[in-house]
């Protein structure tokens, strides 16, 4: 079964870059026809697709988010990672890393991240 881990620092200062990184274990990410998402959920609010790697390096990101967001992976760590460019405190949430693969979908537990003015 796939696991993801979320890493990276709880705490970024306004017009700094979120830098955070997804450990996967018990599957590759370059095994055909996964995806590999990045979700993120504001105090108060709804989940917010952000981003995407496919099983192929490709990426696709959210049109309100694109200008900021880069999506990475590292095959070697069988790690992917996010940046988000620019914050401020409104980029604050619990950010999570996600896996799908046809109906099968898979999380990370979330990883919080403040963004201080």
């Known amino acids: 079964q796939v696991q993801l881990q979320e890493s990276g620092p709880g705490l970024v200062k306004s017009s700094q870059t979120l830098s955070l990184t997804c450990t996967v274990s018990?599957?590759?990410?370059?095994?055909?026809?996964?995806?590999w998402s990045w979700i993120r959920q504001p105090p108060g609010k709804g989940l917010e697709w952000m981003g995407v790697i496919t099983y192929d390096g490709s990426t696709y990101y959210s049109p309100s988010l694109k200008s900021r967001t880069s999506i990475s992976r590292d095959t070697h760590k069988n790690q992917f990672s996010l940046q988000l460019s620019s914050v401020t405190p409104e980029d604050t949430a619990v950010y999570y890393c996600n896996a799908e693969y046809n109906w099968l979908t898979y999380w990370g537990q979330g990883t919080q991240v403040t963004v201080s003015s």
């Open positions: 018990g599957g590759s990410i370059t095994t055909n026809y996964y995806a």
